[in-house]
């Protein structure tokens, strides 16, 4: 049984989806402490001038250990300028009129209400666009404690998994917990994925943007694209090796 944790992030990457595509259980990590400006409430976009930021404003109610699955959208009308400004710069692309309807359907339908039900819906959409059929899972609902890997530990044993898959950077705090892990059975692989160049607007070429820039840009084509960046997984004396040469 492999499987993967992350926060629900907001239209992730490329990376996001390639580690769900590679288990059979993804876990969505909303019963942690959300983090103020991170991809769980922001992500980018392929502009003529670069990279442009969409952040989702959340309230902070308690401003002092808030979780993720509690943290609320604090302005709907943000969904109305975020698909503004996507059909400003991708209007003119080949698969923009097939995917904007419903991403459009999704944000003003989301755009109130707890951050986590609409990253969590956007994911489902995108998944079901790339061909990704991996069972998503809510910490929240798994009545797991711990924290940190102690948390990561406790969800992977509730789930009966022998493998663990996780994004290369969770390594520097991995690394020294690997013994929580093995002493129940458990192994570690680190993900390593390297950003695939398609086609896009605005030349030049800038990875790491939201997985929107793909699909609006390449449509049908876009989970053969994103399973391309996919390299064999590191083991952690792999990823030790690589820390020590850079």
């Known amino acids: 049984m492999r499987v993967a944790i992350a926060q ?3 239209l992730p990457w490329l990376g996001y989806f390639d580690l769900m595509d590679q288990v059979d259980a993804f876990v969505l990590l909303d019963s942690v402490q ?7 409430q ?6 003529p001038i670069g990279l ?23 302005d709907p ?14 209007r003119r692309s080949p698969f923009f009129d097939p995917y904007f309807q419903d991403l ?23 998944c079901g666009l790339l061909d990704i059929q991996t069972p998503i899972l809510y910490s929240s609902a798994m009545n797991q404690d ?10 992977c044993k509730s789930l009966g998994a022998d493998l663990y898959v996780s994004p290369l950077g969770s390594a520097t705090y991995l690394l020294s917990d690997l013994e929580s892990f093995r002493r129940i ?9 390297e950003h695939p160049v398609y086609r896009q607007r605005f030349p030049p070429f800038c990875p790491y943007a939201s997985v929107v820039d793909l699909l609006l840009n390449e449509g049908p084509k876009s989970a053969h694209i994103l399973r391309q960046g996919r390299k064999v997984s590191l083991f952690p004396s792999q990823v030790g090796l690589l820390a020590s040469s850079a």
């Open 8 to 10: 629900p992030t907001y």
């Open 34 to 40: 959300f983090e103020k400006q991170s991809w769980q």
């Open 42 to 47: 922001r992500n980018r976009i392929k502009t």
């Open 52 to 74: 442009q930021w969409l952040t989702v404003p959340v309230a902070f109610h308690n401003r002092f250990g808030q979780q993720i699955r509690n943290v609320e959208i604090r």
């Open 77 to 90: 009308e943000f969904a109305r300028k975020h698909l503004r400004a996507i059909e400003l710069n991708y």
């Open 104 to 126: 459009t359907k999704i944000l003003l339908s989301y755009s109130a209400g707890r951050l986590v039900d609409l990253n969590a819906r956007l994911i489902r959409w995108f």
């Open 146 to 155: 711990g924290s940190r890997s102690e948390l990561l530990v406790n969800l």
């Open 185 to 193: 059975g458990i192994d570690i692989t680190f993900q390593y994925y």
